[in-house]
């Protein structure tokens, strides 16, 4: 009995294992049309035209717009965690170190246009404002996580004694999101990635005080 169910779940497994290759590869797909047209714009027709796939297999994978845009961000979500984030913890002690890998990680990350559009969420925010609604809040969400993730790093900075004295940790991690952003912002708009290039002196000028 318990071979026959474990040959059940295998079997079972193998079923879905095309179904989620598809669904994560048309997600690939999604977040990189959504940094160059928008959310909006991300319909299930419009990714059925751009993946080559028929109308009818999308509508199976999400069954609505939102659906769709809601695993898009969460699909976006684990790109910036596996390219940026990871790294980043992996590569820096808790502190200084830690905190210039995740700016470095998030400089890399716009340079190598992981996304053609550069950061999803940059430019998801900027086009969401104040909009309401799940996809809004789950962006705002995620824009959050990574806002108290700097700040939380720089804390740990402080602590270690790692920042000039009088730094206050919260308004620096500002400043460097601040300089992130702007950075996404202007290498992409003028595809000119000497913008990144300052940056990195700038963050690291910010480190050094």
């Not at 079997?11 to 590869?25: D, F, N, T």
């Not at 977040?31 to 299930?44: K, M, N, P, Q, Y």
């Not at 270690?160 to 996404?184: C, M």
């Amino acid at each position: 009995m318990e071979r026959r169910s474990g040959k059940v779940a295998t079997e079972l497994r193998a079923r879905r294992a095309p179904g989620e290759r598809s669904r994560g590869r048309i997600l690939e797909q999604a977040a990189r049309l959504v940094t160059v047209e928008g959310l909006e714009g991300l319909s299930i027709g419009r990714l059925a035209e751009a993946s080559g796939m028929p109308k009818s297999s999308v509508y199976v994978l999400f069954g609505s717009k939102e659906e769709l845009q809601l695993a898009t961000i969460e699909a976006a979500r684990a790109s910036f965690v596996r390219e940026v984030v990871s790294p980043a913890m992996r590569a820096g002690r808790p502190g200084r170190d830690r905190l210039a890998a995740l700016c470095e990680g998030f400089l890399s990350y716009v340079q190598r246009r992981v996304f053609p559009g550069g950061c999803f969420f940059v430019a998801t925010a900027a086009e969401l404002g104040a909009r309401p609604g799940r996809v809004h809040d789950l962006v705002a969400t995620y824009q959050r996580e990574w806002r108290d993730l700097l700040e939380r790093t720089a804390r740990e900075a402080a602590q270690a004694g790692e920042l000039a004295p009088g730094i206050d940790p919260a308004q620096l991690a500002f400043e460097l999101s601040a300089i992130l952003t702007g950075t996404n912002i202007v290498a992409v708009l003028h595809d000119d990635d000497t913008a990144i290039d300052h940056a990195r002196q700038a963050v690291a000028a910010r480190l050094a005080a």
